[in-house]
């Protein structure tokens, strides 16, 4: 069974290459690596290597793997690396760069519901990423100020706006990749923080998050929808 899923995470790999969301070796050898199947409630294994989200409990999801792959390329992390994540799910995400970082880096994240946090712990615990990453339970959209700055930042849950915190916990030379914007569809920021403390912000794709609720994000799910019939769009 566990060579299947082997099977299909290579099968899987080599289409988000062709793809493009796959472009850098370094993320190739993560989705590899990262058991993707180990992650995900057992009445969803049979999914875990097809693209797309599938429910992890609490009405949260893990995100589709060409979405982890192509935020992991945005991101850009370095094997070294401090990186903070905003939005732990299962803990896939941050196996995944938490392989790239290595052992001389480290990945912090911050999830909001302890289930859940409970959740990826047992999972990095089983997959041996646990000594690489530590889950915080609190309110990611604050940032995690005692292990800032990070080199990298990565919101994994929708937010109305950058929330400040993160960019001031960004280091000089440091990039924050996050959705932002209402529910259904975001897009993704990605920002440079230059050396000199200047900001430079590029917007990418356009995804599909749940909610980042907190004192920097949306107050609960009915206020990130609800921004959705003010704006006047129609689905
Ligand atoms: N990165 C995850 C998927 C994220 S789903 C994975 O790899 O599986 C988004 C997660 O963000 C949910 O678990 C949700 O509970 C969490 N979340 C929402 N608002 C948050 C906040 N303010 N702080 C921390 N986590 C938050």
Redesign the pocket.
């Known amino acids: 069974m566990s060579s299947d899923f082997t099977l299909r995470r290579a099968r899987l790999v080599a289409i988000l290459k062709d793809l493009g969301y796959i472009r850098s070796s370094k993320v190739e050898r993560a989705m590899l690596a990262v058991p993707r199947e180990l992650?995900v409630p057992d009445d969803v294994r049979e999914y875990a290597y097809d693209d797309r989200p599938l429910p992890?409990g609490y009405g949260?999801?893990?995100?589709a793997p060409s979405i982890v792959a192509h935020m992991t390329e945005l991101l850009d992390p370095r094997p070294g690396d401090r990186v903070l994540e905003?939005?732990?799910?299962?803990?896939?995400?941050a196996a995944i760069l938490a392989e790239i970082v290595g052992y001389q880096g480290h990945v912090w994240s911050?999830?909001?519901?302890p289930e859940?946090a409970e959740f990826a712990r047992r999972n990095l615990e089983r997959t041996g990423y646990i000594d690489r990453v530590t889950v915080i339970v609190g309110?990611?959209?604050l940032g995690y100020k005692p292990e800032a700055p990070y080199d990298r930042i990565m919101v994994?849950?929708a937010a109305p706006r950058i929330p400040e915190p993160l960019v001031e916990q960004l280091k000089p030379g440091g990039r924050l990749v996050a959705p932002v914007g209402p529910l259904p569809f975001q897009v993704l920021v990605v920002v440079d923080k230059r050396e000199d403390g200047s900001i430079e912000v590029r917007r990418d794709l356009e995804v599909v998050f749940?909610p980042?609720?907190?004192e920097y994000?949306w107050k609960n799910e009915r206020e990130a929808i609800l921004q959705l019939s003010n704006s006047g769009v129609i689905i």
């Open positions: 992650f992890i949260q999801t893990i995100s905003i939005g732990t799910g299962s803990g896939y995400q911050i999830e909001r519901i859940l309110d990611g959209s994994t849950a749940v980042l609720i907190g994000g």
